[in-house]
């Protein structure tokens, strides 16, 4: 299945969906440093604390720029991104993680559908968000990282396969209704497409869809059935 970039309706709305997605992806952003960070602490080697240390520095700097790109618009970004981080805390403490593995399958799932997600809408956005997603999205190499560590990890002891993919599966599904929820509170799947409620809900199906077999697809090369 091709990923065949969804569009933006009017550009009012596209403006109104532009705000919230930097709401939305400073507030991930920020509470990915956050868990990096913590995750850093608990490393089983220092090589891993120092690479952990280093991606969270990494998310931090994504978070800056969705911050100054909300303030150059004359916004307050605590105004912006105040109203996501309920929703987000709240599926965080329902995917606290058992051990560091845990927190490492946790931080590439999220990154992975996220990413995923950012390149299907990205090409209805202005100039300066689309940067934002392409700089975030090349945080392609913390993925590379996490999933060559849990490569590792999973070479080393073949039975925390089939628990971390259980585990894989409910990130999934909390992620997906983490998106599903914001979208409909703030009205941000009404700015997708401009043919009207019917074609919008099979745009996002398709978009669900597709984050649902990547996901699959990323799972299986880790030899997890997801």
Known sequence: MTDTPLTFGSRADADDAEMALLGLIAYQELTAFEHLSSDARLSPTLVDRETLGR?????????????????ARGLD?????TPFMESLDEMHRR?????????????YVIDGVAADFYALIASGLEPQIRFLLSEVKTSAVNTDWLRQRLQLAID???????????????????????????????????????????????????????LVENHSRRMRELGMTA
């Open 156 to 210: 080393e002891h073949p039975e925390r396969a089939s628990r971390l993919a259980l585990w894989g599966r409910r990130l999934l599904g909390e992620a997906l209704t983490q998106a599903r929820e914001i979208g409909e509170r703030y009205d941000y799947w009404g700015s997708l497409h401009s043919a009207g409620t019917d074609t919008r809900g099979q745009e996002m199906t398709r978009l669900f869809a597709r």
């Open 77 to 81: 970004p605590q105004e912006v991104i």
């Open 95 to 107: 995917t606290k993680p058992g051990d560091w593995y845990e927190s490492l399958t946790k931080a």
């Open 55 to 71: 991606l969270a520095v990494t998310e931090f700097a994504h978070y800056e720029m969705a911050r100054e790109l909300i303030a």
